[in-house]
């Protein structure tokens, strides 16, 4: 029977340096077998030197782009001089890179600054500018006449001015990429004559919702019916907003939702009610929409009709819910009339509002309504006071 020393020994029948200096070569061999990859492409070299890829994204780009000469490293140099004169960083040019490695090789005088002076003569400048083309670089090669000339005059047409085209991008801007005659130019008609919105409602629905004109005839078609569904036509006040929501999701998970609102108790009828109020409360997440419920009906007291008649309360944060109602809770112990205020009122009233009527008015008598604003003295419910 061999000793627990020696059998561990025997593992290894050559002395361990020799096992750490295999170790050791087989880790300096990958590495190097790595370098030696970029050193033997030129163009593997430049873009993980130059642009910051990784060895694995600079494979995947050279495979559509070659610098093997002089003449074209100098020509891709000229390319990201060019980008950073626009104010892109470091990290938007390697992005932009590693989405379309072709603007390497694109002439930077004829092809590019050409799209980037039109993009900026519309008033789209850094920071927005670099976050657009490395967002959806591809419009780097888009044709000014044929294309971003007719989207940008057919959105200026639509919302006004060249300022809220800007606005409307800076909030969706891969919406630069779509083409007019394909998207734009089909899905503001349908809008407007096959499902009856009126102008005005088209030109701020896409304000609010640029991503809109992205959208296929049947999803269209499918979005407003579901908002048809809750009750809504088109001309009501609400309808841009609760379109502007649904779109956003898809329809498994809005009838996720809707199911969940009535395993917590509401009808289904109260539910469409409540997202014609206020439309928010269908776009906040599932987990939100438990904690919430069971917070305002299962501690504060509140009955589901309050809920549905102050629907806003589903999408405040649940630490403000419990911070005003520790507030309240000390103004009702300290016998004060504004503690017994209708609270579904309280909880969805403004901050300022908040602190002017229940807090400033007491904080020198009852300094602690100060410390349950701030979250430092926790709500036990109504119930504890008596």
């Known amino acids: 029977m061999l000793s627990a020393g020696r059998r561990r020994l025997c593992l290894f029948p050559f002395p361990l340096r020799h096992f750490t200096a295999a170790v050791s070569t087989?880790?300096?061999?990958?590495t190097t077998t790595t370098s030696d990859a970029a050193a033997a492409d030129p163009t593997v070299f430049y873009l993980e030197s130059t642009c910051?890829?990784?060895?694995?994204?600079?494979?995947?780009?050279?495979?559509?782009?070659?610098?093997?000469?002089?003449?074209?490293?100098?020509?891709?140099?000229?390319?990201?001089?060019?980008?950073?004169r626009y104010g892109f960083t470091d990290a938007?040019?390697?992005?932009?890179?590693?989405?379309?490695?072709?603007?390497?090789?694109?002439?930077?005088?004829?092809?590019?600054?050409?799209?980037?002076?039109?993009?900026?003569?519309?008033?789209?400048?850094?920071?927005?500018?670099?976050?657009?083309?490395?967002?959806s670089p591809v419009v780097l090669h888009r044709s000014i006449q044929d294309q971003l000339a007719p989207l940008f005059e057919s959105l200026r047409e639509l919302l006004g001015s060249n300022a809220r085209v800007v606005t409307a991008l800076r909030?969706?801007?891969?919406?630069?990429?779509?083409?007019?005659?394909?998207?734009?130019?089909?899905?503001?008609?349908?809008?407007?004559?096959?499902?009856g919105l009126?102008?005005?409602?088209v030109s701020k629905l896409v304000a609010?919702?640029?991503?809109?004109?992205?959208?296929?005839?049947?999803?269209?078609?499918?979005?407003?019916?579901?908002?048809?569904d809750v009750g809504m036509e088109p001309g009501e006040p609400m309808f841009v907003n609760t379109f502007s929501i649904i779109s956003k999701m898809k329809t498994p998970t809005?009838?996720?939702?809707?199911?969940?609102?009535?395993?917590?108790?509401?009808?289904?009828?109260?539910?469409?009610?409540?997202?014609?109020?206020?439309?928010?409360?269908?776009?906040?997440?599932?987990?939100?929409?438990?904690?919430?419920?069971?917070?305002?009906?299962?501690?504060?007291?509140?009955s589901l009709e309050d809920i549905v008649a102050y629907p806003s309360m589903l999408v405040r944060s649940l630490e403000s819910h419990r911070r005003r109602c520790a507030v309240l809770a000390l103004l009702r112990k300290e016998g004060k009339p504004e503690g017994n205020h209708q609270l579904r009122k309280v909880l969805?009233?403004?901050?300022?509002r908040f602190s002017q009527v229940y807090v400033q008015p007491h904080q020198n008598e009852i300094p602690d309504v100060v410390r349950a604003l701030n979250g430092e003295i926790p709500f036990e419910g109504f119930n504890v006071l008596e």
Do not use: W
Request: net charge positive.
């Open 52 to 84: 910051a890829l990784s060895p694995a994204a600079a494979a995947r780009a050279a495979d559509s782009i070659r610098l093997a000469s002089p003449e074209s490293t100098a020509q891709a140099d000229a390319v990201l001089d060019l980008l950073r």
């Open 26 to 30: 087989t880790t300096t061999t990958t």
């Open 348 to 352: 969805v009233a403004k901050m300022k």
């Open 208 to 228: 609010v919702h640029p991503g809109v004109i992205m959208q296929g005839p049947h999803r269209l078609a499918e979005i407003v019916q579901a908002v048809k």
């Open 171 to 195: 909030q969706m801007p891969f919406v630069v990429r779509c083409s007019p005659n394909s998207t734009l130019n089909l899905v503001l008609p349908a809008l407007r004559d096959v499902h």
């Open 198 to 201: 009126p102008p005005e409602d």
């Open 92 to 135: 938007e040019i390697s992005t932009t890179v590693r989405k379309f490695p072709i603007v390497l090789v694109s002439d930077p005088v004829k092809t590019l600054q050409p799209k980037l002076d039109f993009l900026a003569s519309v008033g789209i400048n850094a920071p927005l500018l670099p976050r657009l083309v490395s967002l």
């Open 254 to 302: 809005l009838e996720r939702k809707y199911a969940l609102y009535q395993s917590l108790g509401f009808e289904k009828d109260n539910v469409a009610l409540m997202l014609r109020r206020y439309p928010l409360m269908m776009a906040i997440s599932e987990k939100k929409m438990k904690e919430n419920v069971g917070f305002l009906v299962g501690k504060a007291g509140l």
